[in-house]
């Protein structure tokens, strides 16, 4: 069936979806949330064929097409799936039902363009995680701008124009260096093709000067620290997030983010791994700040909402750590933490969400006792907030875990900043959890509030069984991306041992410091899981 | 070998039950939902007893018993499976949590049986048992650390079982936070095992430490880090100084949760820990002083804190932080088995206390406060009986549990080459003042004139489901230790002989009986002579209380305001909790909030950011005048721009090398 082009199929079937939305009229609401849902749905289901088609222990690209576009300059359409977009793609596809769900009653105002931003919204965020071409890559990063513009501006709070604004300026801010990079990188190589300009670099074809190579990482660097967003360029996450409507806010957590700590996996470290190296301490220093401000912050946040965008902050700034911790095992951790939190912080805000449907606002001192009319509802946020502050057997646990791990076997004083975190993160969610929930109903207004309804229930068992699943079955995931991560040290490595015609750096290796250990960096397959 | 192959079934059992019980309960009638609960459990202490019975077949060599079940989490050479182990550490432990934790299992039926939230109550319990058995079944550091945290989960839902009264809910975040803070130490203890020994397995994990050379006491090396760093965790979870403060605030909870949780089984595990990771503890001289050192000053710390307290289960919380420091000392004078033994006689008679006082307050229709009790000795004749069995066990009173682990511990602190007297001292006069405030507090309930209002307060004996327990806890606490008794005279230790394929036969009486019979003998009369010296000091304790509140009452209130000062320092913990809150929380709270927040957040950050929008925003303002449609200053700007174009053309000529696209 769709064998070669179920890439192309998956990046634009919401699109479709959107067309069709078009298609009926506005008035017909229920007809426009069933079938934005079917779309998604069919979509998720879709996704899940890219499972097989990524083996396991395989590092390339897989399902890859590659079309001439434009032939000058020599532009591709080039997709590509490789086991750590894999999951990010399918956690896109999964979230985007699960906010259209959430999305069924309290969107009543333009249903029809809501929908259809969100359905493009998942094109854009799709082909970023699977364009292999540059220029692909930057098209669908802007792509994925106007609809959350939009969503923010249209569907948001109180300040959803300035938080709109904000966001897109940010954004634009970063993507304009990344342009600039991008074509500066076309001027040396001549091509866009990401593949390609990997393979003259690592063959040595193409020779960076260590500050052109600076510069470079540079541009898309900031682009992507942005959009992370890491500490200090965070400030437009939390404005945009409290402004946002729920589906608006899972989506940009759960997915824009990691757009951030994609690109700089796939970017910064592969093609530029002496200025990565090089700027790695400042990076770490900046990830541990954000690490332990973003939870400082958050636990003084008289907003909800904003205080689980502060957490972001916080959670983001592991993820930042582990992939410049330049370790196997870290880099493995900060691939799942990026799936992790989506789910986990996805869960947070569709919590939040439904409270403010029923209350209309986020700040906390107008909550308190609610476990008393919603006991369904405070036992599914407690499970998302013991999800998100690292409980073992809960999936945050295993990211952070392997984070910590990973980076403290080079790294130890920077593990022990970071690990900091840990402490922190139980700090503010317990906290806002106890105001929110425990003691006697204070406000009048909330004694009536209505428990979970059966459309939450599902959407938040969903939410539970995958945490639960991602925290007991692990392997299940971090084996298909465990190769493709290591492919992204051997890159940097490669790179730096042909320059250098040195020995294995002591910079990249997994191994333990005790000799006794056979230190064999390389996965092995066959041991794991098999039982 | 069923049971053995399947260890899984120990700590699942369990789960089910709070599986059921939580997704199921709340419609259920009290009957079904303590069936499930109950037999859970129950089933889980048999399955335990049949894999006691199926070890005991096991040879030598087949022990550690490890099964492996299912990868859990593996990134490059890291691999942490889900297994679990079973040696004779583990079957101490095994027995104490099913045996003891059952039996409050069955004390809970009737103690919440007016309870709302019934269904909830036994679901964190059951969940508690399934975490607090991985705790002990784990094969390595990390499927430990996953009870290690899943109990402190329980024990915060637990705490904050009532969660309308503020004061719980704070006690239960508390203990959580502070619980966390020793994790922050655990898990770095965990990552620099790794990184030295490249596995957190236990058995190739100690086998490679086995060999190692120990580290000089006063150096710290890789090996002393590590255990120091466990002990972090072991000072959050064992409530010793400086994180015990969230234990006395867990009494919050449910008497029951208090009996098995801060009590009888999961404040043990920082304990069991150090005793787990012995090898590593022997090798770090270091680390072991600091253990005992912390064991011996927590000891007597929370016991002169016990002495003033009013509430009666926070004299029993206090109680519990000091003789947790007593295991501490042990473990920390190298003398594992004896602290493991302790930890089992304090399981039993600690959990009797607790229940007893329980069913004390059961009886007084909620009242914890011991200056409205008295005289309740002929009214609740059951638990009286039992308390005092408990009371006399962990006063140390001669043939009773407390006695024999207890001596264990101060003989070896004697023997102890660095510091011993110091520590055995500390130790005695802990014991002192353990007899003083439990013998106070048996006193103060029970004996005495009624000070409560006798037509308002209708004192009644519990139900059996409640004395039953009671029963058998007290029997234990008379004959559990009596399993080290032929030691006394002059016979083997049970005990320690069958944890010595644990900690090896070390330990002051096995290098006597090494030394030969004479020293052997020597040593064994000088224990003798220092059991009498425990016996004589219990004894002086129990007199102390007998006179100031039988003799001569009204004589303590006359005491404590003769040394005011430090009678209210006591009676405020030392003021310790208010010190951690003006020198940490306080402060973090401030900065977050008034310099980190509102400060770099929003007026620094964000106003640079805003600044930036307004300026542009200005600068678009001014530039608007530039199009002012006069025509010779729009001549003027063409002239200028000709310059501009006319100079970028030409300037790669000058300088050829400044363009950096080519």
């Known amino acids: 069936m769709a064998g070669g082009h179920l890439l192309t199929i998956l990046t634009f079937l919401p699109a479709l979806g959107a067309l069709g939305l078009l298609l009926l009229r506005g008035e017909d609401q229920e007809w426009i949330r069933r079938l934005a849902l079917a779309v998604s749905v069919a979509e998720f289901g879709l996704s899940l064929l890219l499972i097989p088609a990524v083996p396991l222990g395989s590092a390339g690209y897989h399902l890859e097409e590659f079309r001439a576009w434009i032939a000058s300059p020599p532009i591709h359409y080039h997709l590509g799936v490789d086991g750590i977009s894999l999951f990010l793609v399918i956690l896109t596809t999964f979230l985007t039902p699960i906010s259209i769900l959430a999305s069924w009653k309290s969107i009543q105002h333009r249903v029809k363009e809501f929908f259809v931003m969100l359905l493009l919204l998942e094109v854009g965020v799709v082909g970023v995680f699977l364009s292999l071409d540059l220029f692909l890559f930057f098209l669908f990063w802007e792509v994925m701008l106007l609809p959350m513009y939009f969503l923010i501006g249209i569907w948001g709070h109180e300040r959803r124009i300035y938080a709109a604004v904000k966001f897109v300026l940010y954004t634009m801010a970063g993507s304009i260096l990344m342009l600039v990079g991008i074509v500066w990188l076309y001027t040396i190589t001549g091509t866009f093709d990401l593949p390609a300009i990997q393979k003259m670099l690592q063959a040595g074809l193409v020779v960076l000067s260590p500050r052109a190579e600076l510069l470079l990482f540079a541009a898309f660097f900031l682009a992507f620290a942005i959009k992370v967003p890491l500490f200090p360029l965070h400030t437009w996450l939390p404005d945009a997030h409290v402004e946002a409507p729920t589906a608006g806010s899972v989506i940009l957590a759960g997915v824009l983010l990691k757009m951030g700590t994609y690109g700089m996996i796939r970017f910064c470290l592969p093609l530029f791994p002496d200025a990565s190296r090089r700027a790695a301490p400042l990076v770490a220093a900046l990830a541990i700040i954000g690490i332990i401000y973003g939870a400082l912050v958050a636990l003084v946040q008289p907003n909800l909402k904003k205080l689980v965008a502060y957490s972001s902050v916080s959670h983001l700034g592991f993820v930042v750590l582990g992939i410049f911790a330049f370790n196997t095992i870290s880099m493995q951790g900060a691939v799942y933490q990026m799936l992790n939190h989506g789910i986990s912080t996805g869960a947070l805000f569709l919590l939040v969400g439904m409270l403010y449907d029923r209350r209309h606002t986020f700040e906390i001192a107008e909550y308190g006792g609610l476990a008393t009319p919603m006991p369904r509802l405070a036992a599914f946020f407690l499970f998302a907030a013991l999800s998100s502050l690292g409980l073992p057997l809960l999936n945050g646990f295993v990211g952070e875990y392997l984070i910590l791990l990973g980076t403290y076997q080079r790294h130890w004083n920077w593990a022990v900043w970071a690990a900091l975190g840990v402490i922190l993160s139980a700090c503010y969610l317990l906290w806002s959890y106890q105001r929110v929930f425990f003691g006697e109903v204070t406000h009048g207004k909330n004694r009536e509030l209505p428990d979970a309804s059966a459309r939450e229930k599902w959407i938040l068992a969903a939410m539970a069984v995958v945490i639960l699943w991602m925290g007991i079955g692990s392997p299940m995931f971090t084996q298909r991306f465990a190769a493709s991560c290591q492919n992204v040290l051997d890159q940097m490595q490669r790179n730096q041992a042909q320059e250098a015609a040195a020995p294995p750096a002591p910079g990249i290796s997994n191994a333990p410091v005790a000799a006794s250990v056979p230190g064999a960096p390389h996965i092995s397959v066959e041991r794991l899981g098999n039982r | ?662």
């Open chain 2, 1 to 662: 070998m069923p049971i053995l192959t399947h260890l899984w079934i120990i700590p699942l059992l369990p789960l089910l039950g709070a599986a059921i019980n939580g997704l199921l309960g709340a419609k259920w009638p009290n009957r079904t939902v303590s069936a499930v609960a109950v037999g859970s459990t129950g089933l889980s202490f048999l399955a335990a007893l049949e894999c006691v019975r199926e070890f005991l077949l096991l040879r030598p060599e087949q022990i550690p018993w490890v099964q492996q079940y299912f990868t859990w989490i593996t990134a490059g050479t890291f691999r942490a499976g889900f297994d679990l182990q079973v040696d004779q550490l583990t079957i101490v432990m095994l027995m104490v949590v099913t045996g003891v934790g059952w039996l409050i299992h069955i004390y809970s039926m009737g103690y919440m049986g007016h309870e709302g939230g019934y269904y909830r109550f036994f679901s964190y319990l059951n969940l508690f048992m399934f975490f607090m058995l991985i705790l002990v079944l784990g094969a390595n550091y990390v499927v430990l650390f996953v009870g290690w945290e899943g109990v402190g989960l329980a024990s915060y839902l637990l705490i904050g079982f009532y969660f309308l009264k503020k004061s719980a809910s704070d006690a239960g975040k508390k203990a959580f936070i502070v619980n966390r803070i020793g994790d922050f130490g655990f898990m770095l203890g965990m990552f620099l095992l790794y990184r030295t020994f490249g596995t957190l397995d236990f058995v190739p994990l100690f086998a490679k430490a086995a060999p190692l050379h120990a580290d000089a006491l006063g150096q710290v090396g890789v090996v002393t880090a590590a255990c120091l760093l466990l002990f972090m965790g072991a000072t959050g979870k064992s409530a010793q100084i400086p994180l015990y403060v969230w234990l006395p605030d867990a009494m919050e909870g449910p008497t029951p949760v208090s009996a098995l949780i801060h009590a009888a089984t999961m404040v043990t595990a920082g304990v069991y820990v150090v005793a787990r990771s012995h090898v590593l503890f022997t090798h770090a001289p270091t680390a072991m002083l600091a253990v005992a050192v912390v064991g011996a000053a927590t000891a007597l710390f929370a016991a002169t804190i016990g002495l003033v307290q009013t509430d009666i289960k926070k004299v029993l919380a206090y109680s519990t932080v000091s003789q947790l420091g007593y295991m501490f000392l042990a473990c920390g004078v190298g003398a594992f088995s004896a602290g493991i033994f302790h930890l089992m006689t304090h399981a039993f008679f600690k959990a009797l206390l607790f229940l007893a006082a329980g069913s004390v307050i059961h009886a007084m229709g909620g009242e914890q406060d011991m200056r409205r009790m008295g005289g309740l000795s002929g009214k609740i004749r059951w638990t009286y009986l039992t308390m005092l069995m408990g009371t006399l066990a962990i006063a140390g009173a001669p043939l009773f549990a407390g006695f024999f682990s207890k001596d264990a511990i101060l003989f070896s602190a004697f023997q102890s080459e660095t510091g011993g007297h110091i520590l055995y001292a500390a130790g005695l006069f802990s014991a002192l003042l353990t007899a003083f405030y439990m013998f106070r507090l048996i006193f103060l309930t029970f004996h005495g004139q009624p000070r409560f209002d006798e037509h308002h307060v209708h004192v009644h004996e519990s139900p059996k489901s409640m004395l039953a327990p009671l029963a058998i806890l007290a029997v234990l606490s008379i004959t559990g230790g009596w399993m080290a008794a032929p030691a006394f005279w002059g016979g083997p230790d049970h005990f320690a002989a069958f944890l010595a394929p644990v900690f090896g036969a070390g330990g002051a009486e096995a290098g006597a009986e090494a030394a030969g019979p004479a020293a052997e003998a020597a040593a064994h009369s000088l224990e003798l002579t220092m059991a009498g010296v425990a016996v004589f000091t219990a004894l002086a304790g129990f007199l102390i209380a007998f006179w100031l509140y039988i003799r001569k009452p009204g004589t303590a209130d006359r005491i404590a305001n003769s040394v005011q000062g430090v009678y209210t320092t006591l009676l405020n913990k030392y003021y310790v909790d208010e010190i951690y809150a003006a020198l940490i929380v306080g402060p973090l709270a401030w900065i977050s909030d008034n310099v980190l927040w509102r400060s770099v957040d929003a007026a620094g950050i964000d106003g640079a950011v805003n600044g930036v929008a307004q300026g542009t925003t200005a600068l678009g303002d001014r530039l608007r005048r530039v199009q002012s449609g006069n025509t010779r200053s729009y001549a003027v700007w063409v002239v200028i721009g000709a310059i501009v174009v006319i100079l970028a053309i030409f300037w790669p000529l000058l300088k050829p090398a400044v363009g950096m696209v080519p």
